[in-house]
């Protein structure tokens, strides 16, 4: 019994020591959460126009373009009062392929808007001075996000055209910029009621002068799984794209584009780069609202026309398949 006892208590002491030996000292250093810098960054600020796309509207609608962010360090710094100055670029707009918002297209939220809460609820603490191209925006202690709003007048805008202004922030008070996030070109277009992706199915024929069909792999039906962005251009036209059947683009027929009658839902095809594309006389081109589908039927020349000249003709049936 005693040499037992004894081969315990040796065991329980290796146990120990064991143990002892495996246990790590105590942390000593410091949080990272209170060494770093503070940033301010706009959210959306990605190298390119940050678009925005909304249904046809002809009243006012409350749009938040963009947020802007403050990344504090620490606690102690998020409790800081801090100022942010952003300035419009109307040049970087124009370069960013983008309709500059002019004042009569929009306005600022008012104080009685801001005092409602709901969407504007982020918008306290911002101003603009006279002309709009300046924005203040001030973050109060413990505040770390704001959001830039323009209330946009939708029975003013040209549905052809993306709306949009470029900003930068220009001053940042104690904070630190962060690489790549100070400059945003925030955009909103209005798509009409034909816009979105669509499943693109159908033949392609090229025609040799003399009309007879070329063969080769350009030709014949477009390989299974191309779609085409139907993009609005006004009210009721949009443009779009075809593929020969191999998959690949189109070329000779830039600004290719479908023109809807509502009356009828009858469709017109044409190309602002081509004016020789037009519908094929007594073969169909139209729209079906019940089953979003485009049915169309057109040709196109690029030198003289056939049968002297070579020729192109597409019969597609461009099938909805979601939002673009």
């Known amino acids: ?56 509207f002809n009243d006012i609608k409350t749009v938040v373009l963009f947020t802007i962010r403050r990344d504090a360090a620490n606690s102690a710094d998020l409790q800081k009062a801090v100022t942010v100055t952003l300035t419009a670029d109307a040049d970087s707009s124009a370069s960013s392929g983008l309709t500059a918002f002019t004042s009569d297209l ?12 709901g969407v504007y609820a982020g918008a306290d603490g911002i101003s603009v001075n006279s002309d709009g191209t300046q924005l203040t925006v001030k973050f109060a202690p413990g505040q770390f996000a704001k959001n830039v709003i323009y209330k946009v007048d939708g029975s003013k805008l040209d549905l052809s055209k993306t709306y949009g ?33 669509y499943n693109i199915s159908g033949t392609v024929q090229r025609y040799v002068a003399g009309g007879d069909a070329e063969v080769g ?37 830039a600004g290719l584009q479908l023109a809807v009658d509502p009356a009828t839902n009858k469709v017109t095809v044409t190309a602002s780069g081509n004016p020789n ?9 139209y729209y079906d609202p019940a089953t979003k589908t485009f049915v169309l039927n057109f040709a196109w ?24």
């Open 217 to 253: 792999s350009l030709n014949g039906t477009i390989v299974a799984g191309k779609t085409s962005d139907v993009i609005t251009n006004g009210p009721t036209s949009n443009f779009f794209s075809i593929y020969w059947a191999d998959g690949s683009g189109v070329g000779g027929i």
């Open 165 to 197: 202004a470029v900003y930068k922030i220009t001053s940042l008070s104690s904070l630190s910029q962060k690489v790549g996030y100070s400059v945003v070109a925030a955009a909103i277009a209005v798509k009409n009621a034909y816009d979105g992706n």
């Open 1 to 56: 019994m005693k040499n037992k006892f004894l081969q315990y208590t040796f065991l329980s002491c290796s146990l120990m020591v064991l143990f002892s030996a495996c246990r790590k000292d105590p942390f000593k250093g410091t949080e990272t959460l209170s060494s770093g810098k503070s940033y301010v960054y706009i959210t959306e600020a990605n190298g390119s126009p940050y678009t925005q796309y909304f249904d046809v």
């Open 301 to 324: 020349y690029g030198g003289a026309p056939p049968p002297t000249g070579s020729s192109r003709q597409a019969h597609v049936t461009l099938t909805y398949n979601g939002s673009r």
């Open 277 to 285: 594309l037009k519908n094929i006389a007594d073969q169909d081109n």
């Open 106 to 117: 929009y306005t600022f939220p008012t104080a009685a808007d801001i005092a409602s809460g």
